[in-house]
Nanobody, 124 residues
Framework: QVQLVESGGGLVQAGGSLRLSCAAS????????VGWFRHTPGKEREFVAA????????VYADSIQGLSTISRDNAKNTVYLQKISLKPEDTAVYYC?????????????????WGQGTQVTVSS
């Protein structure tokens, strides 16, 4: 299994930036795919981006406002989500999730392990 802990959220003004971190632990982490999702009350949880540990292949959601970059540091077992040009619409709890396998996917149902989330609030 995989344990995930998110950090780096906070309050930021529109147009600002944040880097979220997802620290992973457990077995065979390098064989997993890690994704970022976000959720706002009253809305469905939506996919943001995903990355494979081996190779670092990435995929991004086309519908997400603002600019996102997902990356990973294999030595630290950490996946990052860099958000720039943030908008109030980006306000949400951001979760990282993992699944075993190296196939990129943005489907919530494909991820088996989830962190507790970190709050991002973008003020106007």
């Amino acid at each position: 299994q995989v344990q995930l802990v998110e950090s780096g959220g906070g309050l930021v003004q529109a147009g600002g930036s944040l880097r979220l971190s997802c620290a992973a632990s457990g077995r065979s982490i390098t064989s997993t795919t890690v994704g970022w999702f976000r959720h706002t009350p009253g809305k469905e949880r939506e996919f943001v981006a995903a990355i494979t540990w081996s190779g670092g292949a990435t995929v991004y959601a086309d519908s997400i406002q603002g600019l996102s970059t997902i990356s990973r540091d294999n030595a630290k077992n950490t996946v990052y989500l860099q958000k720039i040009s943030l908008k109030p619409e980006d306000t949400a709890v951001y979760y990282c999730a993992a699944r075993y396998g190296t196939i990129l996917t943005g489907s919530i149902d494909d991820y088996n392990y989830w962190g507790q989330g970190t709050q991002v609030t973008v003020s106007s």
